[in-house]
Protein backbone atom coordinates (compact mmCIF):
# COMPACT_ATOMS: atom_id res chain seq x y z
CA UNK A 1 0.00 0.00 0.00
CA UNK A 2 1.35 3.68 -1.04
CA UNK A 3 1.68 6.63 1.32
CA UNK A 4 -1.29 7.89 -1.03
CA UNK A 5 -3.56 4.81 0.02
CA UNK A 6 -2.72 5.04 3.72
CA UNK A 7 -3.91 8.64 4.47
CA UNK A 8 -6.98 8.07 1.91
CA UNK A 9 -7.83 5.07 4.25
CA UNK A 10 -7.51 7.22 7.04
CA UNK A 11 -10.18 10.22 5.57
CA UNK A 12 -12.50 7.63 5.15
CA UNK A 13 -12.14 5.97 8.64
CA UNK A 14 -12.78 9.50 10.03
CA UNK A 15 -15.94 9.79 7.65
CA UNK A 16 -16.85 6.45 8.23
CA UNK A 17 -17.11 7.38 11.88
CA UNK A 18 -19.61 10.06 11.21
CA UNK A 19 -22.14 8.40 9.86
CA UNK A 20 -25.29 9.09 10.41
CA UNK A 21 -24.32 12.36 12.82
CA UNK A 22 -24.28 14.93 9.95
CA UNK A 23 -27.57 15.79 9.21
CA UNK A 24 -28.08 16.83 5.73
CA UNK A 25 -24.62 16.96 4.82
CA UNK A 26 -22.95 14.19 3.92
CA UNK A 27 -20.00 12.26 6.28
CA UNK A 28 -16.31 13.47 4.88
CA UNK A 29 -12.96 12.95 6.62
CA UNK A 30 -9.88 15.13 5.71
CA UNK A 31 -6.25 14.53 6.50
CA UNK A 32 -3.69 17.12 5.17
CA UNK A 33 -0.13 15.77 5.12
CA UNK A 34 2.81 18.12 4.58
CA UNK A 35 6.87 16.20 4.12
CA UNK A 36 4.68 12.90 5.16
CA UNK A 37 3.59 13.48 8.07
CA UNK A 38 0.03 14.28 9.42
CA UNK A 39 -0.20 17.64 10.42
CA UNK A 40 -3.93 17.77 10.79
CA UNK A 41 -7.61 16.04 10.26
CA UNK A 42 -10.99 16.13 10.21
CA UNK A 43 -14.30 14.73 9.96
CA UNK A 44 -17.85 16.59 9.30
CA UNK A 45 -19.46 17.58 12.73
CA UNK A 46 -22.57 16.94 14.16
CA UNK A 47 -25.42 18.40 12.19
CA UNK A 48 -23.46 19.08 9.27
CA UNK A 49 -20.69 21.92 10.55
CA UNK A 50 -18.31 22.53 10.61
CA UNK A 51 -16.97 20.74 7.52
CA UNK A 52 -13.80 17.82 7.44
CA UNK A 53 -11.42 20.13 5.76
CA UNK A 54 -12.24 23.54 7.94
CA UNK A 55 -11.18 21.06 10.82
CA UNK A 56 -8.22 19.71 8.86
CA UNK A 57 -7.21 23.17 8.14
CA UNK A 58 -7.58 24.59 11.88
CA UNK A 59 -5.42 21.64 13.45
CA UNK A 60 -3.03 22.21 10.27
CA UNK A 61 -2.45 26.02 10.70
CA UNK A 62 0.53 27.49 8.53
CA UNK A 63 1.42 23.32 8.56
CA UNK A 64 -0.55 23.59 5.28
CA UNK A 65 0.92 25.48 3.04
CA UNK A 66 2.40 23.42 0.46
CA UNK A 67 0.87 20.27 2.14
CA UNK A 68 -1.48 17.52 0.17
CA UNK A 69 -5.86 17.54 1.43
CA UNK A 70 -6.61 13.80 1.13
CA UNK A 71 -10.72 14.54 1.01
CA UNK A 72 -13.38 11.56 0.66
CA UNK A 73 -15.82 13.60 -1.27
CA UNK A 74 -15.29 16.73 -3.55
CA UNK A 75 -14.99 19.87 -1.39
CA UNK A 76 -17.68 22.19 -1.25
CA UNK A 77 -17.71 24.96 -4.11
CA UNK A 78 -20.19 27.23 -2.29
CA UNK A 79 -21.72 27.29 0.99
CA UNK A 80 -25.69 27.56 1.50
CA UNK A 81 -24.41 30.22 4.65
CA UNK A 82 -22.44 32.14 2.00
CA UNK A 83 -19.23 31.65 4.52
CA UNK A 84 -16.03 30.56 2.47
CA UNK A 85 -15.96 27.17 0.46
CA UNK A 86 -13.78 24.50 1.57
CA UNK A 87 -12.51 24.97 -2.14
CA UNK A 88 -11.22 28.41 -1.01
CA UNK A 89 -10.30 27.71 2.40
CA UNK A 90 -7.78 25.19 1.28
CA UNK A 91 -6.64 27.57 -1.41
CA UNK A 92 -5.91 29.97 0.94
CA UNK A 93 -4.45 27.89 3.38
CA UNK A 94 -1.80 27.36 0.14
CA UNK A 95 -2.39 23.49 -0.14
CA UNK A 96 -0.64 22.57 -2.97
CA UNK A 97 -2.32 18.88 -3.93
CA UNK A 98 -5.64 17.78 -3.12
CA UNK A 99 -6.52 13.77 -3.46
CA UNK A 100 -10.04 13.77 -3.54
CA UNK A 101 -11.85 9.72 -3.31
CA UNK A 102 -15.26 10.90 -5.48
CA UNK A 103 -16.82 13.70 -6.93
CA UNK A 104 -19.83 15.56 -5.14
CA UNK A 105 -23.27 15.89 -6.80
CA UNK A 106 -24.63 18.61 -4.70
CA UNK A 107 -25.30 22.12 -5.89
CA UNK A 108 -23.02 22.93 -3.85
CA UNK A 109 -19.93 20.86 -5.10
CA UNK A 110 -21.08 19.39 -8.10
CA UNK A 111 -18.18 20.54 -9.87
CA UNK A 112 -17.23 23.80 -8.91
CA UNK A 113 -15.27 22.68 -5.93
CA UNK A 114 -12.92 20.77 -8.63
CA UNK A 115 -12.91 23.31 -11.13
CA UNK A 116 -11.89 26.06 -8.36
CA UNK A 117 -8.99 23.86 -7.38
CA UNK A 118 -8.00 23.14 -10.52
CA UNK A 119 -8.30 27.17 -11.33
CA UNK A 120 -5.96 28.30 -8.33
CA UNK A 121 -3.12 25.59 -9.94
CA UNK A 122 -3.65 23.24 -7.36
CA UNK A 123 -2.70 19.20 -8.54
CA UNK A 124 -5.84 17.53 -8.20
CA UNK A 125 -6.07 13.58 -8.21
CA UNK A 126 -9.76 12.30 -8.55
CA UNK A 127 -10.49 8.66 -7.63
CA UNK A 128 -8.25 7.40 -5.38
CA UNK A 129 -9.67 4.87 -3.44
CA UNK A 130 -13.49 5.84 -5.12
CA UNK A 131 -14.60 2.41 -4.52
CA UNK A 132 -13.54 2.01 -0.67
CA UNK A 133 -15.36 5.47 -0.25
CA UNK A 134 -18.35 4.47 -1.85
CA UNK A 135 -20.41 3.32 0.68
CA UNK A 136 -19.98 6.19 2.50
CA UNK A 137 -22.70 7.86 0.19
CA UNK A 138 -24.59 5.52 -1.13
CA UNK A 139 -27.90 6.86 1.18
CA UNK A 140 -26.81 10.45 1.00
CA UNK A 141 -29.33 12.77 -1.21
CA UNK A 142 -28.14 16.12 -2.10
CA UNK A 143 -30.54 18.22 -2.35
CA UNK A 144 -32.40 19.46 -5.63
CA UNK A 145 -30.58 16.54 -7.62
CA UNK A 146 -32.11 13.23 -9.12
CA UNK A 147 -30.46 10.40 -8.04
CA UNK A 148 -29.65 8.27 -11.53
CA UNK A 149 -30.91 4.92 -11.94
CA UNK A 150 -28.90 1.91 -11.78
Do not use: F
Not at 26 to 36: F, K, T
Not at 41 to 67: F, K, M, N, S
Not at 139 to 149: D, H, S
Amino acid sequence: MNADETHMRRAIALARASLGRTAENPAVGCVIVRDGQVVGEGATGEGGRPHAEEVALAQAGEAARGATAYVTLEPCGARSSGAASCSERLIAAGVARAAIAREDPSPYAAGQGLARLRASGLDVDLGLLSTEAAPLYAAYRPPNTVRPKG
